[in-house]
């Protein structure tokens, strides 16, 4: 089965400290892996994608098929990374995208 | 320009009405996708559109729903014999690629079936 795991419904770090958003997935085939982020009263906006091994706002995210996960990282977390991250996936050039739960992400000062 | 808009921002409807939710997508984007976000379900997947290609429609929950895209912008999404449970947060996203992802987010039509 096609499934996104986001293990942690909410995670709570103070300012500088490192964050590690953990992402599962599942899929038969060759996903491909998205992080998006809605920030408070904010629309749901793409974040990152593994294809494009970028860094986005200092964070980074490394496919590891080994494992089938796509944790999302970032060195010293900042009060404004403060948000709901989402995992997702879908099938290579597919619209339909399959969703983590989420985590809330709480940066404290 | 703007990004996606969405109409109405809200809607309370009574059980069994038929309700009709409108996306713009940013001008320009071919693809134009459906999804649903709701307490207990989280972000579900409703309808892809790209380009002039037949729908991908494998999200819709079942024959109540439908949507339609005109002129390959404005998009349409209708939910006949509205349910309790279609009560959610209807998102349309759009992007100029042809890669699948959907990029910028409208902010949503809240629907509330009583």
């Known amino acids: 089965a096609q499934r996104v795991t986001q293990p942690e419904k909410l995670l709570s770090v103070f300012k500088g400290a490192p964050v590690e958003l953990k992402c599962n997935y599942s899929?038969?085939?060759?996903?491909?892996l998205f992080w998006y982020v809605q920030y408070s009263r904010q629309r749901l906006q793409l974040l990152l994608r593994h294809i494009s091994r970028e860094s986005i706002k200092g964070f980074t995210a490394d496919l590891n098929k080994g494992e089938t996960s796509f944790h999302l990282k970032k060195p010293f977390a900042q009060e404004e990374d403060s948000a709901m991250y989402y995992c997702a996936l879908s099938g290579q050039g597919q619209g339909n995208l399959i969703f983590g739960k989420g985590t809330k992400l709480s940066v404290k000062p | 320009g703007a990004g996606v808009s969405q109409s109405p921002s809200n809607k309370v409807t009574e059980k069994g009405k038929d309700v009709e939710l409108r996306c713009d997508p940013i001008?320009?984007?071919?693809?134009l996708y459906w999804y649903r976000q709701s307490l207990g379900q989280g972000l579900e997947f409703l309808i892809y559109?790209?380009?002039?290609?037949?729908?991908?429609k494998s999200g819709l929950p079942s024959d109540r729903f439908s949507a339609e895209r005109t002129g390959g912008s404005v998009s349409t999404l209708t939910i006949q014999r509205t349910q309790q449970e279609d009560s959610a947060v209807y998102l349309c996203?759009?992007?100029?690629?042809?890669?699948?992802?959907?990029?910028?987010f409208g902010p949503g039509t809240r629907l509330l079936v009583l």
């Open positions: 996203a759009s992007s100029y690629t042809s890669s699948g992802t959907p990029q910028y």
């Open positions: 001008s320009g984007h071919t693809a």
């Open positions: 899929y038969s085939g060759s996903p491909e």
């Open positions: 559109f790209q380009g002039n290609s037949a729908p991908d």
